[in-house]
């Protein structure tokens, strides 16, 4: 059964940093992209950031550029996500989820809240 | 970036309707169309990729169409459980973009 468990929310000061992870299990990991895709509180779905499966290929949405670094350990089957210089704007829900060239982002965790607030 | 709109934003149906949902693209995507069903505090499912095709385990009351700009979603013999929150979403070219969601209620 494919697995996908982030962690590493909580709440940071504005211009703080947090790094979030996502253990993945159930399926080849270093076969896979991975996504970040965050939702604010009651608002919609908002894709942050991708990485090919061997890291060569990374994006990032305009919103992060700058701020935000992706990256992975396949030998640890682990997502990542460093976020610094944080702003109000980035309170949200942060789900990791595979993606697959041709099913697009198929299996999801299920959230990890970052919170930003002074 | 690839601009998705969505509509409509809200929908009221009843028990067993058949409602039919639309994302248009801002430039063309091919098939790379994915439809997302969301319950509230609850993570994303995946219903539809390649525009048409359904995830494994998804009922065949969920059907795609499209390719290109326009696309839509149709759900068939609405039951309790389909009111819910939709988004569509282009994996075509980064950054993959959602639709603002169509948030589907009962009558």
């Known amino acids: 059964e494919v697995q996908l468990v982030e962690s590493g929310g909580g709440v940071a000061r504005p211009g703080g940093s947090l790094r979030l992870s996502c253990a993945a299990s159930g399926f080849t990991f270093d076969d896979y992209d991975m996504s970040w895709v965050r939702q604010a509180p009651g608002k919609g779905l908002e894709w942050v950031s991708g990485i090919s499966w061997n890291g060569g290929r990374i994006a990032y949405a305009d919103s992060v550029k700058g701020r935000f670094t992706i990256s992975r350990d396949n ?18 829900f942060y789900y990791c989820a595979r993606h697959d060239g041709a099913a697009g982002d198929d ?3 299920q959230g990890t809240l970052v919170t930003v607030s002074s | 970036d690839i601009q998705m709109t969505q509509s409509p934003s809200s929908l009221s149906a009843s028990v067993g309707d058949r409602v039919t949902i639309t994302c248009r693209a801002s430039q063309g995507v091919n098939i790379y169309l994915a439809w997302f069903q969301q319950k509230p505090g609850k993570a994303p499912k995946s219903l539809i990729y390649a525009a048409s095709r359904l995830q494994s385990g998804v009922p065949s009351k969920f059907s795609g169409s499209g390719s290109g700009t326009d696309f839509t979603l149709t759900i068939s013999g609405l039951q309790p459980e389909d009111f819910a929150t939709y988004f569509c979403q282009q994996y075509h070219t980064y950054p993959y973009t959602f639709g603002q969601g169509t948030k589907l209620e009962i009558k």
């Open chain 1, 75 to 92: 030998t640890k089957r682990s997502l990542f996500l460093q976020m610094n210089s944080l702003r109000a704007e980035d309170t949200a």
């Open chain 1, 107 to 109: 299996y999801w965790g």
